[in-house]
């Protein structure tokens, strides 16, 4: 007796999470946060910990939803939304940071701000920006880490309304195997 194929035609493809858009914007994040709290946060501050895991976890979620999104289709929108909630939660925690600090937070109108915003819109692969991030103090370095967070939370809610859609039209993993039981048995 053989075994068949562990790909039965009803499992979707894996989403490979590094092909997402947003998804080396999350990198960046991270690294990022590593930097900035090893250089900004003392080592008994709480909020290094905090901070650098949920940066972690918007990441990580993303690769666990990816491939939990194979059989579940609610995990996958489950996870995804918990990276969005980590981001906001890094957000508010470079906010604060600033904030205390007397720093200030880049709005829109801030004259650097356009040319921060395009720079991070052109970011593919983070790994060869570290020298750049290195150069930043903490207001430069903290507002580019708040933009791409806006950016990758932007595209991290347009990739949910996706998810969404994809399940509305081509439902999830219980209807696509009971249909596969069904075309078998027509034959």
């Known amino acids: 007796m053989s075994i068949p194929s562990s790909h039965n ?4 493809n894996e989403t490979n999470p590094q092909k997402l858009l947003f998804y080396p914007k999350l990198v960046a994040i991270y690294d990022i946060t590593y930097q900035f709290i090893n250089r900004y946060l003392e080592a008994k501050d709480r ?7 949920a940066a972690r976890s918007g990441k ?6 990816a491939a939990d999104g194979l059989t579940s289709s ?4 489950s996870l995804t939304n918990c990276s969005r909630g980590s981001l906001r939660e890094l957000q508010a925690d470079y906010e604060d940071y600033l904030r205390a600090r007397g720093l200030t937070i880049w709005t829109q109108s801030h004259p650097r701000t356009p040319r921060l915003a395009t720079f991070c819109q052109e970011l593919k692969a983070p790994e060869k920006y570290i020298a750049t991030w290195q150069k930043m103090n903490d207001e430069e370095l903290g507002n580019l880490a708040l933009t791409l967070i806006h950016q990758a ?15 509305v039209t ?4 219980s209807e696509a195997m009971t249909q596969a039981r069904r075309n078998h048995r027509h034959f």
């Open 47 to 53: 909020t290094r910990d905090q901070m650098l895991q």
């Open 60 to 65: 990580q979620n993303i690769i666990e939803g």
């Open 170 to 173: 081509q439902g999830g993993i």
């Open 153 to 167: 939370i932007y595209l991290i809610e347009r990739y949910i309304k996706m998810l969404e859609q994809r399940f």
């Open 9 to 12: 035609g009803f499992l979707p």
């Open 74 to 77: 609610k995990m996958e929108l």
